[in-house]
């Protein structure tokens, strides 16, 4: 059987995710693709526990190592338990975040040293990688604006503005040392202008 397709798509807070996440599911679903959607941290039962953990507001600070190893262990979990054997048995995987997301927030974001998370992502999940990674960009005023209007901010969403233009210039950068496997999608047009961006390239990996 043929290795199924790894997708991932990120994006900093309010840039349509959910929205575009749902777009991409119907349109491979309706080109006859088994598709798995699932999410960082997550996917799991412990994974998820560990992303309730990550998410909720504490009164104890959560240190930024604490926070990526969390984030990885709860990574290896899903990798092992859903990624993997989804894509072993053929089918396209979805996931909303992967450890492209680390760099952004945890690297960019918090300070951390890329070679640290260089090596964390070898040992988690090896050559597990994404075959394509939508990066939806958006400004970071517009984008923090719909979080706020969408519901009650997380932990993480509570940050101050500089940590997320730090985290979009960390995703930038990304797509800038990889542009053959990220595709930057322009998150500021309407739902209709997004949605062709994201079918352009489906149409082509298909």
């Not at 992303?51 to 984030?71: G, N, T």
Request: contains cysteine.
């Amino acid at each position: 059987m043929n290795r199924g397709r790894f997708i991932s798509i990120e994006g900093g807070e309010g840039a349509g995710k959910s929205t575009s996440i749902a777009f991409i599911q119907t349109f491979l679903l309706q080109q006859g693709i088994e598709l798995l959607s699932t999410r960082e941290p997550g996917g799991t039962e412990i994974a998820e526990k560990i992303r309730a953990l990550l998410l909720e507001h504490h009164q104890e600070k959560v240190d930024p190592y604490a926070e990526l190893l969390l984030m990885f262990a709860a990574r290896r979990q899903h990798v092992s338990q859903v990624i993997e054997p989804a894509l072993a048995q053929g089918k396209w995987v979805l996931c909303d975040r992967f450890t492209d997301a680390s760099y952004a927030y945890q690297g960019y974001g918090r300070q951390l040293p890329m070679a640290f998370i260089d090596e964390l992502a070898r040992w988690v999940h090896g050559d597990t990688n994404p075959d394509c990674t939508f990066l939806l960009d958006l400004d970071i005023e517009v984008g923090m604006g719909r979080a706020r209007q969408r519901n009650a901010l997380d932990r993480i969403e509570s940050e101050q503005m500089s940590f997320f233009a730090a985290v979009r210039q960390g995703y930038l950068s990304r797509a800038a040392a990889e542009p053959g496997r990220f595709r930057v999608i322009d998150a500021s047009q309407d739902i209709a202008g997004v949605e062709a961006q994201l079918q352009g390239v489906l149409e082509a990996m298909i």
